[in-house]
């Protein structure tokens, strides 16, 4: 890419529409909250917790995520963890962010419900940043569980706009949610699940058939199935796609072997995300740089990945109309509008 193409996908507005704040944070961040909470880390240094990052697959991270959201206890932690996040965000220009959150992974250690939500809240609401937040459910766990912890987050149901699904994916299919979700489509919130990450398509099948998700996280295996890709695409279904995340997670060897470029080929509402930025490499900068280094993507790409992020963002809208003027606004200095 040239340092012209660097710097305009740099400073074009964005949305990030799948960032785990629990994923946002840091090994410094990790040892300060462990040392002011009392709680022994595995790892005898921030250099040595960095180096236990290689990761083979989903599941590998997942094991050493969970155990860094271990030392999360007070909502002061929750607060000062997507504050960082927030801050970080917006020196990549991202004027919007929806921030998935994984309550079961606190909850079970005994961390009241009250203290994740309200902590990650206040550190929104302080913050300039447009953000909204989406509780994951853990699909490794039961549906009975899920119901449960739907229902310890109801007393706070102003504070979030959706449900999401995450963890291990494969032999977890949306199926089991089935229930569950139908309770949060009645209850008026957005839904979106991880599927076709390292499921196969059949998962983005069931996600939208059964679950009714309004948004695909990942989703980037579809293209194994071209009439679901066909589908997505004249539903305009967006993907939250994760470059950065699928290269560290061996979903694709490498950055060239990314499928953004034919995703976007295929018509489909794509978009560049960081997904756990402090575990992958990067923040949604990094994710545009590494992926734009790697394929032949060019200024109108850059553009569409824009204008998608904001178009399948939550917002009212007007307001989704006032950003997507923002992003047309600002490549018509490069003549692509
Ligand atoms: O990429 C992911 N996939 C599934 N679960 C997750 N939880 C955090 N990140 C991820
Ligand atoms: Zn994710």
């Known amino acids: 890419m040239t340092t012209q193409m660097r710097a305009i996908v740099q400073n074009m507005p964005k949305a990030e529409l799948h960032i785990h704040i629990e994923g946002s944070l840091e090994p410094e961040l990790i040892f300060t909250l462990a040392e002011r909470n009392g709680v022994t880390l595995a790892y005898p240094s921030v250099d040595a917790l960095r180096a236990a990052y290689a990761f083979t697959d989903l599941q590998s991270f997942l094991d050493i995520y969970y155990a860094g959201a271990s030392v999360l206890r007070k909502e002061q932690d929750f607060y000062d963890m997507t504050a960082a996040y927030l801050q970080r965000a917006q020196a990549d220009h991202v004027r919007h962010t929806e921030i998935f959150f994984d309550p079961q992974t606190h909850t079970a250690r005994g961390v009241p419900m009250a203290d994740v939500i309200n902590g990650i809240h206040r550190a929104c609401a302080d913050s300039p940043l447009s953000a909204s937040l989406i509780l994951c459910f853990l699909r490794h766990l039961s549906e009975e569980d899920a119901i449960a912890t739907l229902e310890a ?48 398509p059949a998962y983005i099948e069931t996600a939208l058939d059964l679950l009714k998700v309004e948004r695909i996280d990942h989703g980037v295996r579809c293209l194994e199935d071209p009439a679901l890709t066909r589908r997505l695409a004249a539903m305009r279904m967006p993907l939250t796609v994760c470059p950065l995340s699928n290269t560290k997670l061996r979903v694709f060897d490498q950055m060239r072997d990314h499928n953004l470029l034919q995703l976007l080929d295929a018509g489909l509402v794509a978009m560049v995300n960081s997904d756990d930025p402090a575990y992958f490499g990067g923040y949604l900068n990094d994710n545009f740089v590494a992926v734009f280094d790697a394929l032949p993507l060019g200024l109108a790409h850059a553009h569409q990945l824009a204008r998608n992020s904001f178009e399948a963002a939550f917002l009212p809208a007007p307001e989704k109309q006032r950003f997507l003027d923002e992003v047309d606004t600002y490549f018509s200095a490069f003549n692509v509008v």
Not at 154 to 166: E, H, N, S
């Open 153 to 200: 987050a109801l007393p706070y149901r102003d504070k979030f706009i959706g449900v999401g699904l995450d963890s291990s994916e494969v032999g977890h299919p949306p199926e089991k949610f089935a229930r569950v979700f139908a309770r949060c489509r009645d209850l008026g919130l957005r839904l979106v699940a991880h599927a076709g990450e390292e499921g196969p």
